[in-house]
């Protein structure tokens, strides 16, 4: 389940996922987080995607980490606790150099 | 070649999750290392996702056919679909150098097959897709503890 967290002082919301996050699953997470980013003030709006109970990611899931990238000034969106198989997947797409991924 | 796994999908996503336990299955069989089965489970994630999501114009329901064969610590994966013909081999290399604003959001999953994977062909047979999917195997067996 998608779980959020808003820093007010910050501006920064934090995205907790637990599932694997594929074709299935990551059309939701884009609506439940593009609903939830409606409301925010988008301006020096940071986004942090926590990846720590996710065992698998297929590229629907990458697709939503460009959509909200673009979305936000450089360096403001952010994965964080990713494994590495997910992490060398991201490096195979050429993600790794379009948003910091730890 | 030794068969080593077949199955029948339904052309709904819902069916994804169940051919990943069955990989799973195949790999705890084979000693298969979680790294070289992700590969695999990533790769048919894929390829079946652009099978159900656009490989149907009408709203019947429809039968995906995948077999696993294995020799010589390869595995042959083959997939069989009665969608409109399309070759994921066709498909133009998306751009992976520009940058956030410029990247288009599509044309990740077949980069990661193509790269994934050892071997790729496809065929159009009978009015049907066939792709067969080769992976080079690698083993937990095969891995020597550091000491």
Known sequence: MLKFYYNKHENRLLCTFDERMDSMSSPNAEKEISKKIDGLSIENLSIVFDLEKVDFVSSAFMRICIKFAKKLKKDNFKIVNTKLMIKKTYKIAGLDKLMNIE | ?147
């Open chain 2, 1 to 147: 070649m030794q068969k080593c796994f077949s199955m029948k999908l339904k052309n709904e996503l819902e069916e994804i999750i169940r051919m990943s336990k069955l990989i799973d299955k195949f790999g705890d069989e084979h000693n298969i290392t979680p790294d070289t089965l992700y590969e695999i489970n990533l790769a048919l994630e894929e390829i079946l996702t652009n099978i159900i999501s656009y490989g149907f114009e009408d709203k019947l329901k429809h039968n995906i056919f995948i077999e696993g064969h294995l020799h010589n610590n390869i595995l042959k994966i083959k997939i069989e679909d009665d969608g409109i013909a399309f070759d994921p081999l066709s498909i133009k290399e998306p751009d992976l150098e520009s940058n956030i604003e410029e990247r288009q959001i599509g044309g990740l999953g077949i980069h990661l097959v193509k790269t994934l994977m050892q071997n790729i062909s496809y065929l159009r047979e009978n009015e049907k897709n066939v792709l067969i999917l080769e992976k080079l195997l690698k083993c937990t067996e095969d891995l020597i503890p550091i000491k």
